[in-house]
């Protein structure tokens, strides 16, 4: 079996064992996720989804190489629209923009009605992804945060319940126990972030000083954005 990546490694692990589950792989490359999942007795059926159909091709080989034919089976699908209503426990959604993200889940929302799993690794626009589930009865139940090949991979595992009231907007941003639990890659993140940001403040300061109108309007932000990561730091001390 092909060894996954760290990245696709840390999003398997946050899926919860379901006996005689099913789960559901969309955008699912080369179906190693789908694969590990049944392998490592999971989920006893994987849906391995995809849009394109070279990688859903190349997914098949794999499947078929590890003899798993029977157990996990490939669609061509826009999102979820090759996805009965209630056919699947746990959905994964990886490796692809937050907007992205939000409008899968947004047009499939009559197919998640019994998913009990969501497993979601949005590339960007993270707490908007955090927003919506919120906002539409979700609990975000497990995070992790990855750092492979130069770029940082935030990560969570969102389950049916409702969040709570007065959600921070610290825990939107960062994501509420990669904080508290003091995430190792978090506080790397963090400590990257503050220094590009102190950078640049640096030379919007310069400009401002010059008379520049947009960079003093694009300062005020700025201050704001470096008062929330250090909000974010304090929880490492």
Same mark, same amino acid.
């Given at each position: 079996?092909?060894?996954? *990546?760290?990245?696709?490694?840390?999003?398997? %692990?946050?899926? =919860?064992?379901?006996? $005689? +589950?099913?789960?559901?792989?969309?955008?699912?490359?080369?179906?190693?996720?789908?694969?590990?999942?049944?392998?490592?007795?999971?989920?006893?059926?994987?849906?391995?989804m995809d849009l394109r159909k070279g990688p859903l091709c190349a997914a098949k080989e794999n499947i078929s190489k590890e003899g798993l034919g029977g157990s996990i089976e490939c669609?061509?699908?826009?999102?979820?629209? *090759?996805?009965?209503?209630?056919?699947?426990? %746990?959905?994964? =959604?990886?490796?692809? $923009? +937050?907007?992205?993200?939000?409008?899968?889940?947004?047009?499939?929302?009559?197919?998640?009605?019994?998913?009990?799993?969501?497993?979601?690794?949005?590339?960007?626009?993270?707490?908007?992804?955090?927003?919506?589930?919120?906002?539409?009865?979700?609990?975000?139940?497990?995070?992790?945060?990855?750092?492979?090949?130069?770029?940082?991979?935030?990560?969570?595992?969102?389950?049916?319940?409702?969040?709570?009231?007065?959600?921070?907007? =610290?825990?939107?941003?960062? +994501?509420?126990?990669?904080?508290?639990?003091?995430?190792p890659v978090l506080k790397k993140y963090l400590d990257h972030r503050l220094e590009m940001e102190t950078a640049v403040s640096g030379q919007l300061k310069s400009a401002a000083e010059?008379?520049?109108?947009?960079?003093?309007?694009?300062?005020?932000?700025?201050?704001?954005?470096?008062?929330?990561?250090?909000?974010?730091?304090?929880?490492?001390?």
């Amino acid at each position: 079996m092909n060894r996954l *990546s760290a990245r696709m490694a840390a999003v398997a %692990a946050l899926c =919860l064992k379901k006996e $005689g +589950g099913c789960g559901a792989d969309v955008g699912c490359d080369h179906g190693y996720v789908s694969i590990f999942l049944v392998k490592t007795g999971i989920f006893e059926k994987m849906l391995a989804m995809d849009l394109r159909k070279g990688p859903l091709c190349a997914a098949k080989e794999n499947i078929s190489k590890e003899g798993l034919g029977g157990s996990i089976e490939c669609r061509l699908s826009d999102g979820l629209a *090759s996805l009965n209503e209630d056919e699947a426990d %746990a959905v994964i =959604l990886a490796g692809m $923009g +937050g907007e992205l993200i939000r409008r899968i889940l947004m047009e499939g929302k009559n197919k998640l009605r019994k998913t009990s799993q969501l497993i979601l690794q949005p590339q960007s626009e993270v707490r908007s992804v955090r927003e919506y589930l919120i906002g539409n009865g979700y609990t975000i139940t497990a995070e992790d945060m990855v750092f492979e090949d130069g770029k940082f991979y935030p990560m969570f595992r969102a389950e049916p319940g409702k969040a709570g009231d007065g959600i921070k907007e =610290l825990f939107l941003e960062y +994501g509420r126990q990669t904080l508290e639990n003091r995430h190792p890659v978090l506080k790397k993140y963090l400590d990257h972030r503050l220094e590009m940001e102190t950078a640049v403040s640096g030379q919007l300061k310069s400009a401002a000083e010059n008379g520049s109108e947009r960079s003093e309007a694009r300062l005020s932000d700025l201050e704001k954005e470096l008062n929330m990561l250090r909000q974010a730091l304090s929880y490492y001390e």
